[in-house]
Each structure stands twice: as C-alpha cells, then as structure tokens.
C-alpha cells in the first residue's frame, strides 16, 4: 500500500475565493492517490502472481510443501530427494552439547568433524542379531577324559566342560594332528599319520576257490595290507614262512594231522597253499584292507 500521507487532501480555507481551479483541487489529489494505489496494487499482484510458479496461485502453491501450521511437509521432503535413502556418507561438525548427547546415550567417543554413514536396512537387522556388549568369542569344550584336564586351572574347566571365555586359544599340534595356514585366513587340520593307520578289519572269511590250494580272499580279489593275512584250516592258524601241522576235520576217519603253509599276493587279494585241503577241511581267512 503506497503512503498516502505523501498526498494529503487539501482542504478548503477561509481567505480562498469561490473559483474552480480551488474548487478541484481536493478532487485533483483523490486522483492522484488513485493513481498511486492502483500502481501499488498492480506492482503487488504481479509479484503474487509470478510467487505462484505454474500453479492456480500462491496458495496453491505453498499448499505442496507447508502444513498449515508452516511447517515443512514429510512428503514434500522426501520428494525432494532429501529421504534417508538419498543421503550420502559425510562427516558434520557438531556442537559440544551435540557431541555430549552421543556419548552419553551410546557411550561413543567423538570429535569434530563428526563422520556419518548411511545404513541398509540388511545392516541394522544384522547388527541387531549382536548380543549387547558382544565384545569376544566364547569357546566351550567336551573333554571325554577329566584326566586330561587336570593341569587346567579349575576355574576354566569344571567336570568334563572347558570354558574359553575372552582369551586367547592356542592351537598347538599333536602326535597326530597338525595345523597348516594357508593364505589369507585358512586353517586346516593335517594328520600325522600314516595312511596305514586307517584299516578295516575282517575276520573268520570263508575264502573262494575251485582247486582248494588257490584261493581269492572275496569273489572280487579285494587286495589287502601286506602281512595281514591269516589263514586257519581246522582251527590250526597256518604260518606263510614255515610248515604248521592241523588236525583232520572232525567227520573225518583218519585222524592224521597234516602239515601246510600258504603264499600270500596281496596286490592280487589271493594266497597259495602248499598242499591242496578237502573239500571237509575248514578253511576260514582274517585280512585288513587299507582306507583311503
């Protein structure tokens, strides 16, 4: 609104004559200030109109992103790219009543500037899976045995349970396990043992044959560990070195005893005699056979 003030209207006085240039006056200065408000108004509207942007108008205008109230609408912000999902990494400078908050609600130590990050959603729920305070790693061991825990301080193991709880745990070899670190954080067990040592056993096996003096130890010729073959005929265990004697079978009507010895191929998963049985003899075979 323009000041009128700077166009008062004249008033008649007493000492002016009756004429028509005093007599318009007072109508001369209503004009003018017409003239001054209407310049106003129309310089007013034009800058309400332009503040409208390519809305109906101004009020359509701040209706997009004001509550009625002024305050700045959620929705409005977001559009404007300002959600969390838009936000970058960065570092701020706070205040020390700002920096007292964080460390005494989270117990953070921070200093100016601040750095923040943003967080996935996949983060929080796995930082949310971390028991408070979650600080070190907790080991707990079966020992089978308590008498392989009596040089260990009572106060870690009780009974046949070992609690390793925040401290360090050696791995140390042993007669038959050693460790071998490979890069950048692979541990792997190796056995100090001899393959050898991983055999399965069978015992009291009817061995195959057709001639009863060459025998298969399976129908398959399973090879076997050297020097673990043992071969009984009657009950009498045969020696592949030297002759051993063995008594007839039982339904036998001599009541001879016999000498014999066998030649064992365990690459092959056969053996020898010396001297061909009968068909009544029992013969029955132990061997190992290596694991692998």
Same mark, same amino acid.
């Given at each position: 609104?323009? *000041?009128?003030?700077?166009?008062?209207?004249?008033?008649?006085? /007493?000492?002016?004559?009756?004429?028509?240039?005093?007599?318009?006056?007072?109508?001369?200065?209503? #004009?003018?200030?017409?003239?001054?408000?209407?310049?106003?108004?129309?310089?007013?509207?034009?800058?309400?109109?332009?503040?409208?942007?390519?809305?109906?108008?101004? #009020?359509?205008?701040? =209706?997009?992103? $004001?509550?009625? =109230?002024?305050?700045?609408?959620?929705?409005?912000?977001?559009?404007?790219?300002? !959600?969390?999902?838009?936000?970058?990494?960065?570092?701020?400078?706070?205040?020390?009543?700002?920096?007292?908050?964080?460390?005494?609600?989270?117990?953070?130590?921070?200093?100016?500037?601040?750095?923040?990050?943003?967080?996935?959603?996949?983060?929080?729920?796995?930082?949310?899976?971390?028991?408070?305070?979650?600080?070190?790693?907790?080991?707990?061991?079966?020992?089978?045995?308590?008498?392989?825990? !009596?040089?260990?301080?009572? =106060?870690?193991?009780?009974?046949?349970?070992?609690?390793?709880?925040?401290?360090?745990?050696?791995?140390?070899? !042993?007669? &038959?396990?050693?460790?071998?670190?490979?890069?950048?954080?692979?541990?792997?067990?190796?056995?100090?043992?001899?393959?050898?040592?991983? &055999?399965?056993?069978?015992?009291?096996?009817?061995?195959?044959?057709?001639?009863?003096?060459?025998?298969?130890?399976?129908?398959?010729?399973?090879?076997?560990?050297?020097?673990? $073959?043992?071969?009984?005929?009657?009950? #009498?265990?045969?020696?592949?070195?030297? *002759?051993?004697?063995?008594?007839? &079978?039982?339904?036998?009507?001599?009541?001879?005893?016999?000498?014999?010895?066998?030649?064992?191929?365990?690459?092959?998963?056969?053996?020898?005699?010396?001297?061909?049985?009968? /068909?009544? *003899?029992?013969?029955?075979?132990?061997?190992?056979?290596?694991?692998?």
């Amino acid at each position: 609104m323009p *000041d009128l003030t700077k166009m008062p209207v004249p008033l008649y006085a /007493a000492d002016q004559p009756y004429h028509w240039e005093y007599d318009n006056l007072p109508l001369k200065a209503l #004009a003018d200030r017409d003239v001054a408000i209407n310049n106003a108004v129309d310089s007013q509207s034009q800058i309400i109109q332009n503040a409208a942007g390519n809305q109906i108008n101004l #009020a359509e205008r701040l =209706n997009q992103s $004001l509550e009625d =109230n002024g305050d700045l609408m959620t929705m409005a912000v977001d559009n404007a790219m300002h !959600s969390i999902a838009m936000h970058e990494d960065g570092s701020s400078t706070l205040s020390m009543s700002q920096i007292d908050i964080f460390q005494s609600n989270y117990g953070y130590v921070l200093s100016n500037p601040v750095p923040f990050v943003k967080m996935l959603e996949a983060e929080r729920n796995k930082l949310s899976m971390v028991a408070d305070q979650a600080t070190s790693f907790a080991l707990e061991v079966y020992i089978p045995s308590p008498s392989s825990i !009596s040089l260990i301080p009572s =106060n870690i193991c009780i009974s046949n349970v070992c609690l390793f709880d925040n401290t360090v745990v050696q791995l140390q070899p !042993s007669d &038959h396990i050693g460790w071998e670190v490979q890069s950048p954080n692979i541990l792997k067990p190796v056995l100090n043992l001899n393959i050898e040592s991983f &055999h399965r056993h069978y015992y009291d096996i009817e061995p195959i044959t057709s001639d009863y003096i060459n025998f298969n130890v399976t129908n398959v010729n399973t090879p076997f560990m050297e020097g673990s $073959l043992r071969v009984y005929i009657n009950g #009498a265990r045969l020696s592949s070195e030297y *002759d051993i004697s063995y008594p007839p &079978h039982l339904d036998a009507e001599s009541s001879t005893w016999s000498t014999n010895k066998f030649t064992p191929d365990h690459v092959m998963g056969t053996f020898q005699l010396e001297n061909p049985i009968t /068909a009544n *003899d029992i013969i029955r075979i132990d061997f190992d056979i290596i694991l692998s």
